[in-house]
């Protein structure tokens, strides 16, 4: 299955092509179409989402079926025309982008009526020009369209987060000063490569990076590289940007940026750590593998350390991505097959949690008018789906079987074991313990803790659940993770361990 076959004919061969631009042609349709017939903008949105989920489900399909698979844009071949490529590595990434995107579109469509009353089809351009540029910051094979794609992304997702409400512009401004530096070093880095070997299609500077290990060029290109994309996923201490961004941006934009931006970018670590660069060298040095994860389990056990210092929910797992980000990094620099495993495993399984609970608190907010912990009492009668399904997302970010959060943990601590790497391996238990602590208390509060009205305790609750539009995605996002625990080892076995370069132990 290590072969590649080329995508030649047949409507099979465009799927590659028609997962990214099937989306980017639909947020022209949408600006148009939107500007004259606004409630159109929302039903054309959630159709190229579908029908770009569809062509990647495809390209999943053919991935296991036939092994990698190269798309040529235009028809020129690489290194001289661009190249996307489908492999082990990003084919399940792209169906978690089309099915997370998909299912936030139908989610949020109450809530983008009630913060958008006028230009809908604003929303919904920004939304689909993100998911575009994240597809094919996924799917590209050359390291300056990736740059390219980045920007994209980071653009939308800067004004997707400026529409907020209070201090969301300004949280924007400060997340657009801290991305762009990003960007430079990220561009920097590539600029390094490309002097050095005259390419920027990813197998081509593989194979002219092994010549040139002891280039001080190369090595420079691979830090800058290193810190641009640490910058764009949030890794402490470059994470300052994170916890405003999401928490300040309205519920329709954080419940797709949320759970999807840090992982994409997580992919990018791994892509050029082990596609461009490769293990061999990214794993030369044990003194900087130590310093990577001795800065991850800092990441980790201060990201859950503030995660338990606030009073808002939302504001609470924009920390816990901040702890959840250290567990990618860490886990990738323990140099092992179980920690790259848990990995790329924990992309698909932390993307699946993070929208299960930034939708459970958006419910939250649009019945309750707000998300801080003074509306919990009562909520497991008042809204007993919504509280069920953010149980579930609760004990999969804890790490409680059958859920998925539990075996990616299992994965990433099987990595520290053969790593030796016990300080990462507290971390990740410290981080695990800190979340029961958390969402216990949460679910103290709504479970047992008497409501008060008008200085008296509330006798009779009656329920009041979020229209079905918001509950059923919500409900169908649990479950999943329960499903995606379920099927832990066909995913590993079907696709994620071919993603496993030879050699690492």
Known sequence: MNHEWVMQSGWISQLPALVVIIPFFMAFIVALVGWSHEDRAIFLTEIGLLLSFLASIGCLFVVVEHGPVSYRMA???????????????NALVLVVITSCSLISVFFSKAIVQRDFRTRKEHFYTLYLLLVTGLLGITITHDAFNLYVLVEISALTSYALIAMGRGRAAFSAFQYVMIGTIGACFYLIGVGYLYVKT????????????ADLHDSRAIKSAFVFIMLGTWIKMGLFPLHGWLPNAYSDAKDSASCLIAPLMTKVSVYIMLRLMLTVFTPSYV????????????????????????????????RMLTYIIVAEVGYMVGGAWTATASGLTGVMYHIISDAAMTLCMFMAVAVISFKRGRDTFDVLPGLYKRMPLTMAAFTVGAFSLIGIPPTCGFFSKWYLLSGAIDAHAWHYMAALIFSSLVNAVLFFRIIEKAFIEPVHAAGAEATVIEMDEAPLRMTLPLVFVAISLIAIGVCTNYIVRAVIQYAIPEGVG
């Open 198 to 209: 005259g390419t920027l299609n990813m197998s081509d500077l593989q194979l002219l990076i």
């Open 283 to 314: 794993f030369s040095n044990a003194i900087a593998g130590e310093l990577v994860l001795a800065l991850a389990v800092v990441a980790i056990v201060v990201g859950s350390l503030k995660a338990l210092k606030q009073t808002s929910l939302k």
């Open 75 to 89: 028809g020129w071949a690489p290194p001289m025309g661009i190249e996307y490529r489908v492999d082990f590595l």
